[in-house]
């Protein structure tokens, strides 16, 4: 209903000519208002859900008491955000944060690809389906329950790699939770195992949709499989891909607050790696329940992202303007 | 057709959540009874909450004019919620709250109670004695501790019948320090391969020395050592006994008395001991835990108190309530919590609910539940643990507990920070950054993970680096300020 608004007022590159269809706001509003009518419920939503409470982002720059309420409580300024750089810990968690995201969308996209690619090369429908669904379960499990299944995996006395792989090889047991070093593998692993089916069917569904007429001429003029997917599928997701990659560098200051919190199991000696701003922002307000220090932390995490989607932006409508988001 | 009827039973659908949803609630003084609410958390069944509080209500209406709503949350969800009735957007009026009210005071969501207590409380005042302060800041009363167990010590929890089983009474006897329980941890180890000799008291969610024989103040950035005889505020973590706690906890899990997997921990001994998985732990000790923990973990259990074997009066309470700052029936709550604290019969109802209906009386004179009935089976009971000492004893309780505990309370030797309530609020950057530290260390450590020799320097240099000498320093001008009075 949203695109139908904006449709009319999409800017081209010769903006600057001046359009012929362009008429008053009061006449293009007589003009077309059962759209405006159809889209109203729409409008009404995101000023009621997204707009009205951004208001409460005045928390984030005050002292938050119960008495003075969302707006009356003594202002304090910047105060609020200090505790995200004071720290020694500050750049830990923020490289974490960076790293793990910057990884995660780059394998992310090569390997939703992939597996998108494989299962629309399969013939029969029915082992595309059995393979989708077995790909896509893990998404849905509950990130504690994922948990257990890593804690059943890694355990020091009783998992399973100790237990039956290292011990009857006669190798010295891993105690997995407090080596760091295997910890980035670790989460990778778990978070591509849980998401990489969610995250292929975009791309599935965007593979579909091109036109098999050209993979017959190709495969006439003698291309490779090879030479199919580089040079006609890739092509054609680019902008499913620059789509993608600019939502996810939005969240880039993000994270799965399950997957870094509860797979490791809280364990400390491993909080070098495993530590991101939303864990290390629930560590240190959980006991102090501090509002104006979360909502700081939230709002430095909008900004950075806001600022990156603006930038990536921008950036591809130097390169491809034909591909920029807006 | 069919589609047509789908869409219209989806709209009517739709239309009545809305309407549902925007059912007001009705803000009540009907006549002269002024309403109020109380959240509380609880582990047992509340179906019929509405039916006891009616009884409930029959004698506050008449006794003080204040009817009450009570409303009970499991403890896991009372714990992710506590937060959000803070901040004050919940129409509530009491509030239960478990492991401190400072956040509360912080927050400004307490209510100053200072002179209403003396005006409406005086059965509290008298009954709570000196214990009182633990619910004020400043000289001011921001919450009513319930009257609970004030003295404990750290101490060793142990399974009395694999003792008597291996002959070790004479070997337990002798224990007087941390380290002599390890002769005991060898013995059973050997005799018992199937039972982890020492394990976590309550999983990793919390830490070994929680109940240590220092006073903490209120958290473990400046702690009272020898449970406070001295007023100074010393680096916890930095004292040789500290250190020599982990050397021990690292020493058993060197060798083995501890699983591997201790720091991942997430059983909490009672149900590994309902399990006959585990022999021993660390935690809180008093008069009553030998007895409570019998029964809770359907074992024997005895206990070694440590720390010289005295308990302690501290800082700190469990549990107690506040009164939010937003209410507007001050006065009522503050006649109410007076009335439950005082008053038998409305202990009585609040606790177990109806007698005949949701429990009986045994010959003892004790509470059970009637025939036929269990903890999963009864409709009402909301339990003893947010309670006072004022209602019949439950059958699983020392008969004596009552008399026991104020003994216990009236003996105990007193922390000079008895009643001393740390604000946080000009060290918050400090604490936040603490805290994160302390997950990364203080768990390993304080369960042997961690070899305190490697570790320990590197612990204390993160805590320096964060500002624990700062927060120490306004821990110490707050104490000082407080006992100048």
Known sequence: MTTATKTPVKPGKPAKVK?????????RLLKCWPFYIMALPAIVYFIINNYIPMSGLILAFEHY???????????????NFKFLFSSPDAWIMMRN??????????????????????????????????????????????????????NA?????????????????????????????????????????????????????????????????????????????????????????????????????????????????????????????????????????????????????????????????????????????? | ?????????????????????????????????????????????????????????????????????????????????????????EDVDILANYGGYLNAVAQGAAYDLTDLINEYGKDIVAME?????????????????????????????????????????????????LEDWGAVLDAVKAAKPEMTPFVSNSGSTAYTFQYGSWDDLGNNYGVLMDGGKTSEVVNLFATDEYKHLCEVMHDWYVKGYSSKDIQTQTDSFTVLTQNDAAFSTLGQTDFNTPFYQTTSCGKPIDIVMLGGGVPVARTYNNVTFTVMSNTKHAEACMKFLNLWFSDVDVGNLISYGIEGEHYVLNADGMGEYPEGQDANSCAYHLGTSISNTNRIRWCTEDPDYAEKLIES????????????????????????????????????LECGSMDPAVELPNFLKALEDAGIDKVIAEKQAQLDKFLGK
């Open chain 1, 19 to 27: 359009n012929p269809n362009k008429k008053s706001l009061g006449r």
């Open chain 1, 65 to 79: 008491t119960v008495s003075g309420g969302i707006f009356g409580s003594k202002k304090v300024g910047l105060d």
């Open chain 1, 97 to 150: 944060t960076l790293l793990y995201n910057v990884a995660f969308i780059i394998l992310g996209t090569v390997l939703s690809i992939l597996t998108a690619y494989l299962l629309h090369e399969l013939k029969s429908n029915m082992s595309r389906k059995v393979y989708q669904t077995v790909i896509l379960f893990p998404g849905l499990l509950s990130v504690i329950i994922v948990s257990y299944l890593a």
């Open chain 1, 153 to 326: 995996l890694l355990a020091g006395d009783t998992g399973f790699i100790n237990m039956h792989i290292l011990r009857p090889l006669g190798l010295e047991p891993i105690s997995f939770y407090s080596e760091k070093k295997w910890w980035p593998f670790i989460l990778t692993f778990v978070h591509f195992w849980q998401m990489t089916g969610t995250n292929c069917i975009l791309y599935l569904a965007n593979m579909s949709a091109i036109d098999p007429g050209l993979y017959e001429a190709a495969s006439l003029d003698g291309a490779s499989r090879w030479k199919c997917l580089t040079k006609i599928t890739v092509p054609c997701l680019i902008p499913t891909i620059i789509t993608m990659t600019i939502l996810q560098v939005g969240k880039i200051f993000n994270s799965d607050f399950g997957l870094f919190y509860q797979v490791p199991m809280n364990s400390g000696a491993i909080l070098d790696v495993t530590q991101t701003i939303d864990t290390y922002v629930y560590r240190g307000l959980m006991n102090t329940a501090n509002m104006g220090m979360s909502a700081a932390a939230c709002f430095y995490q909008s900004i950075v992202g806001f600022c990156l989607v603006m930038i990536t932006n921008a950036i591809v409508r130097r390169v491809s303007s034909e591909n920029a988001m807006f």
């Open chain 2, 1 to 89: 057709m069919n589609r047509k009827i789908t869409a219209l039973v989806l709209s009517l659908l739709m239309l009545v959540s809305v309407l549902a949803s925007c059912g007001g609630k009705e803000e009540g003084v009907s006549g002269d009874v002024e309403k109020i609410k109380i959240y509380v958390p609880t582990s047992a069944k509340t179906d019929d909450m509405d039916k006891v509080m009616e009884k409930v209500n029959e004698i506050t209406r008449e006794k003080i004019g204040v009817e009450v709503e009570f409303k009970a949350f499991q403890f896991g969800q009372w714990f992710q919620q506590y937060s959000l009735f803070l901040s004050g957007t």
């Open chain 2, 129 to 177: 004695g000196d214990y009182l302060k633990s619910g004020q800041v400043d000289g001011h009363q921001y919450a009513i501790p319930i009257y609970a167990s004030y003295a404990w010590n750290m101490g060793l929890l142990y399974r009395r019948d694999v003792v008597e089983e291996l002959g070790l009474e004479d070997m337990v006897a002798n224990v007087k320090n």
């Open chain 2, 409 to 444: 309370n009236n003996n105990a030797q007193k922390s000079a920070g008895l009643g001393f309530a740390f604000d946080p609020s000009p060290v918050t950057n400090e604490i936040t950054a603490l805290d994160n530290i302390c997950t990364r260390y203080q768990t390993g």
